[in-house]
C-alpha cells in the first residue's frame, strides 16, 4: 500500500524547486501524491499560477485561499490567519502520511502548525539556512522545529538544525533542489528565448529581482531607487526586471519597477518568467542583480555573476561568484565595474556551487519511501552537549 505525502506549495519561485520532487512522486509505486496550492497561486495580481502547475500535467487537490489581496503587515498577518482556517478544513477532511513543505515564506507556515495539530508529520525542504534581512529567517526556523524529517542543502545547514535540537537520523544532507532544477531541465536556446521575450539580447544584458527586506520595510523604497539610479546609468545593456514576492511593501515596489520600465526602452519587465524561462535566460545574461535567493542557490551553476544588494540574504553561503554590496548606488556601480572586471570573469570559470551538483529529489525520495511512519510525529529535542 502507497504512502500519501501532501505537498504544499505558495509561490512561483518554490513551486519551480518542488517540482522535480513532485514528478519523482508521482512515479514513484510506493507513494502517492497529494498536491495543495495557496498563497500567491490564487492570486490574480501575481498571475493565477495555479493554472501552470494544471498545465505542467498535475492535478490540484486542494486549494486554500489565504491571499487578502494587500501587503501591509496587518493583512499579511489576516492572511496568515485565513490560511490556517483553510489548512484546518483540509485536514479535517484528509490525513496524508507525511505533509511536504518547502522554505521560509508565510503562506507555509499555518499549514506546518495545522499539520502537527491534526497528528499529521511534518517533513521540511530547506532549513537551517539563514537570511537575516527578512523576517522569512524567523519562519523558516519556526517551521524547523514544527517539523518531523528535514532536508537540508548543505552542512553547514544540517549543524544548524541539529543545534536547534533536531535528532541527527531525522535530518538528511541532500543538496540544493535549485541545482536539481538546473540539471533536469531543457532549456531554451538563445533564439527561442528571444521570441519568448520579445526582445534580443543586447551586448550586455542583467535580470534584476529586487524584493522587500522586511526587516529592514521603512528603507525599501530608498533602497529600490538607490537600485534603479544604478540601473539607468547603464548603456548597450538589456535589463529585465522579474516583480517582487507578496510581501511587505512588494506591491509599492512593483508600481516603482513598473513606471521605471516604462521610461526605458533597453529594460522588460515580467510578473513572473516561470522557471523555464528565469533559467533559460541566466545562461544569456552577466549577472543577476538584487537580493534574490536565486543569485545565491542557482546563479553559481551556470558560472555567471551575481550583485547580491544589500542584506536580504546575509548569512547564506555563497560562491565566489557573488559580489556583495550595499544598497547605495555608488556601491552598486562599484560592483557592476568589478562584475565585468577582466579578473572577476576569468575567475567565474572556477567557480563550484556550494548548495551540490544535483541529485537532491533522489535523496529525497528515497527517504519519503522507506522512513518508518510509525511514531514520526514524537519529538525528542537533541540536546549537541550530551
Same mark, same amino acid.
Given at each position: 500500500?502507497?504512502?500519501? #505525502? ?17 514528478q ?6 510506493l ?33 486554500v ?6 501587503d ?12 490556517l ?31 502537527i ?42 549543524n ?12 538528511h ?25 520579445g ?13 522587500p ?27 529585465i ?8 511593501k ?6 516603482? #519597477? ?60 555563497r560562491?565566489?561568484s557573488? #559580489? ?43 527517504v ?19
Amino acid at each position: 500500500m502507497s504512502r500519501t #505525502i501532501s505537498v504544499v506549495t505558495g509561490s512561483r519561485a518554490e513551486y519551480g524547486l518542488l517540482q522535480g520532487v513532485i514528478q519523482s512522486i508521482e512515479k514513484s509505486r510506493l507513494l502517492s501524491l497529494q498536491l495543495i496550492v495557496t498563497g500567491m497561486h490564487l492570486s490574480p495580481d501575481f498571475g493565477l499560477t495555479y493554472k501552470e502547475i494544471e498545465s505542467d500535467g498535475h492535478t490540484i487537490d486542494y486549494k486554500v485561499d489565504s491571499f487578502v489581496g494587500s501587503d501591509t503587515a496587518f493583512e499579511i498577518t489576516k492572511s496568515i490567519g485565513k490560511g490556517l482556517s483553510g489548512f484546518a478544513e483540509v485536514w479535517s477532511t484528509t490525513k496524508p502520511d507525511v505533509v511536504l513543505m518547502l522554505g521560509d515564506r508565510y503562506e507555509i507556515l499555518p499549514a506546518a502548525i495545522a499539520a502537527i495539530i491534526a497528528g499529521i508529520p511534518v517533513a521540511h525542504l530547506h532549513g537551517g539556512e539563514t537570511s537575516e534581512g527578512a523576517f522569512d529567517e524567523s519562519i523558516r526556523h519556526a517551521i524547523t522545529k514544527l517539523a518531523h524529517l528535514h532536508f537540508v542543502a548543505a552542512e553547514s545547514y544540517r549543524n544548524r538544525v541539529l543545534q536547534m535540537g533536531e535528532q541527527p537520523d531525522r535530518v538528511h544532507l541532500v543538496g540544493g533542489l535549485g541545482v536539481d532544477r538546473i540539471k533536469s531541465l531543457k532549456l531554451m536556446g538563445r533564439r527561442e528565448l528571444e521570441s519568448q521575450l520579445g526582445q534580443e539580447f543586447l551586448e550586455r544584458n542583467l535580470l534584476v529581482t529586487f524584493h522587500p527586506v522586511t526587516l529592514e520595510i521603512d528603507q525599501a523604497e530608498n533602497q529600490l531607487n538607490e537600485l534603479l539610479k544604478s540601473m539607468a546609468k547603464l548603456k548597450n545593456t538589456l535589463l529585465i526586471f522579474t516583480l517582487a514576492n507578496a510581501d511587505t511593501k512588494g506591491s509599492t515596489l512593483n508600481k516603482i #519597477i513598473n513606471r521605471f520600465v516604462e521610461e526605458h526602452s533597453n529594460m522588460l519587465v515580467f510578473p513572473s518568467l516561470g522557471q523555464l524561462r528565469y533559467l533559460s535566460c541566466l545562461q544569456f545574461v552577466d549577472a543577476v542583480v538584487g537580493n534574490s535567493s536565486s543569485g545565491l542557490a542557482e546563479v553559481p551553476t551556470f558560472r555567471k555573476g551575481t550583485i547580491n544588494v544589500g542584506d536580504r540574504q546575509r548569512g547564506r553561503l555563497r560562491a565566489d561568484s557573488v #559580489i556583495d554590496c550595499a544598497p547605495t548606488s555608488s556601491a552598486i556601480d562599484a560592483a557592476i565595474e568589478q562584475l565585468y572586471s577582466d579578473e572577476f570573469q576569468n575567475n567565474l570559470m572556477s567557480v563550484t556551487n556550494p548548495y551540490g551538483e544535483g541529485g537532491a529529489r533522489e535523496k529525497i525520495i528515497e527517504v519519503l519511501e522507506n522512513v518508518s511512519i510509525e511514531g514520526l510525529s514524537m519529538k525528542r529535542f537533541y540536546d549537541i552537549a550530551s
